[in-house]
């Protein structure tokens, strides 16, 4: 809810309160973001102008002799009058570049779609404060959109050109935010490609701190969605904030802690080269920047966020909607296919029970490797003679959708699209263009290029057997061309051709890739329901990313694949168990040559696909919680509904001394009773080596040829808990779930976890 008392506005959501008042100098600051305050209050929540301080410049005598701009809480920054803080606007025109807007009129009005950029759904009104530079005929407009049921506020800018000359945009950012008093840290991310989502923690000092991407895409190195929490918090306890903007381009978060201990956040387009001029009559509209604040720790974030995406930014008809279990054939075969592998892939896919089948990279063109053929988007015939549709009707027949990869964005300078358009790629025109992965990028920025990608990728969709997409982009920006706002352009470019192929295919489900998570961003998920969260598919490491990604991001969006057990990254191996018990929070898929798998595995995927159908409401869309983390030697994650918790636990390294350890468990129905039990898994008997003879009664040799047989049929259990308790208990954390394994010897209660093991425990309401 939006209210106006004079000058000063009420932004209220559940929990929380935004407090914007315009100061005697006519300039709107926040007096307050955080928890929910009473209307009856705000005077007393007013942050007083104080006595300026030593040398600072006095703003303008006339209004107030206190008020100095570098002193505020502004909620926009401007330079040359004060604030030598990090300016949210930088303005140039002959004129000169001190731009000094004043506020003019606020305003409550119904929420409108944003022109070029995808906006979230379900915001009744926004809150419109109109300010402007008469004397530079500049007018500013800082939007305030309340989510209200999901503690979001949205924040975003528009400039307009009022008066008769040009002037130039160097930079303009989507949200300013002061906050008080010192003593918080940035909880922000970092990472590169498999290695997404790496935690990176700072505590704030006297400094400005930058961080964002440069490359053209909201990038693996750090993506828009950070925090910045009092250093103290918990994960269920104080005060954070949480920032992330809606946008998939080069992006800037910048934090800067003045001497007196304020902090003023800013989001927004990277102004890294950014330069747009404004005629007369223009305007500039930024992307939206989102924020949320909760005095419930990092879960208090994800709960926010959760919502907020799965509520707001999801498209509509596929929110809470199912996702379905994919089998992806690219770690499987790599580009070595042909149909006759395809179909024994398809085969073996939906006899473990995967419901989706996508085929990845190398079937159109004269793709065998990545050297060429991206922009040819016809069959290659070789490989499939009976055509995507040939493939596709196989598939169906099995039972099963039919997923199909494209690199749209792209272009192979062996191809025929190269050829016939040699312009069509970006470059500067001057250099000979730099590549990447062997291709390069096709300029979005063109209407004749975006066209023909809309129906380069819609000829097939049109054909009506394609059922997913699988959207990838694997490359960052090279050789720019001349304009100062073509990084931009270009992602405006994108939401073109994004917003008419998903209007035209409700339907369809788009998966969004960028060599993994290089471009998982609020922007691509407005139109792209889920996105493949890294190319590092090991369970060790995808738990990690995914537990820092999930305090932005709902594990609704975030695709996993079980994948051999040799992992292709990291060549560290861990069981498939494991694997599932990791891949299973969130969106679920397989991606390995299935047909190389021993029956003992192939019981074991069907046993696990039996275990996610029966809870992927909950391991979808559940409330997720972060029960610890891996500094503690452990991460555990929790994802609970109504009627049922399933926790994944992964372990770090094995402890020679494993302690006693009990389950942190939250959020389950105090009064209801509940069983519970951990997911049957089995060690194979390899995983035991020479000591296995202390139980068989002929010997064995390690890794000789009987334990390679035995191991192909049966193994040991790993853990056999199981009982029955109170909610109230449960929550209490008082559940034992037994020692780990410590080379003494062997019972029923023993956890037999292994360095980067992990097991899901299941809790559910008894009826
Ligand atoms: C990068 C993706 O992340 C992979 O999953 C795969 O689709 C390859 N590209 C194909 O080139």
């Not at 334990?707 to 954390?733: F, K, P, Y």
Request: aromatic content about 12%.
């Amino acid at each position: 809810m939006i209210t106006i008392h004079e000058r000063r506005f009420v932004l209220s959501t559940k929990e929380n309160t935004l407090l914007l008042r315009v100061n005697e100098a006519d300039k709107l600051v926040c007096d307050h973001y955080g928890r929910r305050i009473e209307e009856s209050d705000l005077e007393a929540c007013a942050i007083p102008a104080g006595m300026p301080a030593g040398r600072q410049v006095i703003y303008d005598e006339t209004k107030s002799k206190k008020i100095s701009l570098g002193m505020i809480a502004a909620e926009y920054g401007t330079p040359y009058k004060g604030d030598y803080l990090s300016p949210m606007l930088d303005l140039t025109s002959d004129k000169g570049r001190v731009y000094d807007f004043v506020f003019v009129e606020a305003k409550i009005r119904p929420m409108e779609p944003m022109i070029g950029y995808p906006t979230p759904r379900g915001a009744s009104e926004e809150l419109v404060v109109l300010t402007r530079d008469e004397k530079m005929g500049a007018e500013l407009e800082l939007h305030y959109v309340v989510y209200e049921d999901a503690d979001v506020i949205g924040k975003f800018a528009v400039l307009r050109n009022t008066g008769e000359e040009d002037f130039t945009i160097r930079k303009i950012m989507s949200s300013q935010f002061c906050l008080q008093d010192a003593g918080y840290t940035i909880h922000g991310n970092y990472g590169n490609w498999a290695g997404e989502f790496q935690r990176n923690e700072t505590l704030i000092g006297h400094y400005r701190y930058e961080f964002g991407s440069d490359t053209g895409s909201s990038g693996d190195q750090h993506n828009p969605f950070f925090m910045i929490k009092r250093t103290h918090s918990t994960l269920t306890t104080g005060s954070v904030y949480g920032f992330n903007l809606i946008y998939s381009g080069s992006h800037r978060a910048i934090v800067e802690m003045d001497s007196f201990g304020m902090i003023r956040v800013q989001q927004g387009i990277s102004p890294q080269g950014f330069e747009k001029v404004l005629h007369p009559n223009e305007e500039f509209m930024t992307p939206m920047a989102v924020l949320t604040y909760t005095h419930n720790g990092l879960n208090g974030i994800c709960d926010h966020f959760h919502r907020f995406v799965n509520d707001h930014v999801i498209p509509e008809n596929f929110a809470y909607k199912p996702r379905p279990i994919a089998f992806n054939n690219w770690e499987g075969t790599y580009m070595k296919f042909n149909e006759g592998k395809l179909k024994s892939l398809a085969k073996t896919a939906a006899e473990i029970g995967c419901e989706l089948f996508v085929l990845d990279d190398g079937w159109f063109g004269h793709r065998d490797d990545e050297t060429s053929s991206l922009g040819d988007w016809n069959l290659y015939k070789k490989k499939l003679p009976h055509g995507i549709e040939g493939i596709a009707a196989y598939v169906h027949k099995l039972g099963m959708k039919f997923g199909l990869w494209f690199e749209p964005e792209a272009i192979s300078p062996d191809s025929d699209l190269a050829r016939e358009h040699p312009d069509w790629a970006i470059q500067d025109g001057v250099h000979d263009p730099s590549l990447g992965r062997y291709q390069q990028i096709l300029d979005l920025t063109k209407p004749e290029v975006r066209d023909f990608i809309v129906e380069a990728v819609a000829q097939h969709l049109r054909t009506g057997v394609i059922d997913f997409v699988k959207w990838d982009y694997n490359r960052t920006f090279s050789d720019l061309p001349q304009s100062g706002s073509f990084c931009h352009d270009y992602i405006l470019g994108l939401y073109d051709v994004v917003g008419r192929l998903t209007k035209e295919f409700p339907d369809v489900l788009f998966e969004n890739c960028a060599s993994g998570g290089g471009r998982n961003d609020l922007g691509m998920f407005s139109y792209f329901p889920q996105g493949w969260v890294s190319d590092d598919t090991d369970a060790f490491e995808r738990a990690k990313m995914q537990m820092e990604m999930a305090f932005g991001y709902p594990p609704s969006v975030m695709s996993n694949h079980v994948s051999a057990k040799t992992n292709h990254q990291m060549l560290r191996k861990t069981s498939f168990g494991t694997k599932f018990d990791v891949a299973a929070i969130g969106v679920l898929g397989y991606e390995m040559n299935l047909n190389d798998a021993d029956p003992i595995d192939i019981k074991e995927f069907k046993n696990q696909i039996e275990f996610y159908k029966a809870n992927r409401e909950t391991l979808q869309f559940g409330t997720y919680r972060l029960l610890d983390v891996f500094e503690n030697g452990r991460q555990i994650v929790e994802m609970a509904d109504k009627d049922r918790a399933l926790v994944s636990y992964m372990n770090y390294l094995q402890n020679p001394h494993p302690g006693n350890e009990t389950l942190p468990l939250t959020g389950l129905d105090p009064e209801a009773v509940y069983t519970y039990h951990v997911r049957p898994e089995v060690h194979s008997f390899k995983t035991f080596g020479s000591l296995i003879n202390q139980v068989t009664p002929i010997h064995i040799k390690e890794e000789g040829a009987l334990v390679n047989m035995l191991s192909r049929r049966r193994g040991l259990d790993a853990e056999g808990l199981h009982g029955e308790a109170t909610g109230s208990t449960l929550n209490s954390g008082a559940l034992q779930i037994g020692r780990q394994w410590a080379g003494t010897g062997y019972d029923e209660s023993t956890r037999i976890m292994l360095d980067f093991g992990a097991r899901i425990y299941v809790f559910e309401r008894k009826k």
